[in-house]
Every structure is written in structure tokens, then in C-alpha cells.
């Protein structure tokens, strides 16, 4: 039976073997790691998925601010082991980060996507268009989700990473 839980230390390294089946090499290169380099991932919103004891499924949202000083979290990366995929793991990791993000005053989600995948989700770039990443990114993939109605009405400028910095190798941090 599959559950779904706060990440811990202890899953570090099934998580990151996860990712990197997911995503291969070009996962460290993408622009959205770069919002996330050097930090810590938003307390209390990082999220597994087990099956037993095996690590099947990972998200995390990650403190952000859109143009000048406005919060919010970039989502990512989500990833279900092969295995598992078709499921229902993504969706329910998916809805646990969010609903989490809502409870703890978030206002809006950002990600680097698939619009039909996450559309069910409440994302869309309908308001993601005056925003830009820093890094080559492809802008209609640029979505985001409004946790607070408005909560994205005008944003515009660089999205850039902030919260806590990693002050320790950044495998040995887990939220």
C-alpha cells in the first residue's frame, strides 16, 4: 500500500536515485534548478510517496518571489519510480504539496511544466506571461496556481529563489 509522508533525512539517497532515473543528467542543468541551488526547500513541504519500504514517489516546493518581493513556491521536481507510474502517485503527491502550501499562507504555485498534465491541478500560464525565469526556459511551460484567488493578477519580473540557504552539503538536508 502506497503512503504518502513528510520527507525525511533518511530518504535522501532513494530520492535522489529516484530523480535521477526520472530526469537523467539534464536534471541539474535545467533553469528551474537554479531557483532551487544553494537553498533549502520550504519548510514543512517536501513530500514521499513509499510503497513498504521503497521510496516510489518525490515533490517539493521551494521559496520563491515573483518580481519585486511578492512570495510564493515553485513546485518541483515531481517524479514517480517507473513501477508506480499510472497510479494515481503523482496526482496525490501533487495534491497533498498543495493543499499544505494552502494551509501554511501561500498564495500561488509556480512550476516548469506540462500544461495538460498539470491543468488538473488548478495550473495554467494565464498569468505567468509578464514573468521570467533565469535561464533558457520555454514560456508557455511557465505555469502557475493561484492557492488565493488574485493571488498572481499582475505579477511580472524575474522569479528568483530565496528562503534559507543550504549551509551543508545539500544531500544532507531534508525538510
Known sequence: MVAIRHERIADIAAREALLDEAFGDTRRRKTSERLREGRRPADGLSFVATDGRALVGTVRLWPIELGSERPALLLGPL????THRGCGIGGALMRRALRMARLRGYGAVLLVGDAPY??????????TGDLRLPGPYEPHRLLGCELTPGALDG??????GTGAAVTVDPLAHAA
Open 79 to 82: 517524479a514517480v519510480a517507473d
Open 118 to 127: 498539470y491543468e488538473r491541478f488548478g495550473f495554467s500560464a494565464d498569468k
Open 155 to 160: 505579477a511580472h519580473g524575474l522569479v528568483r
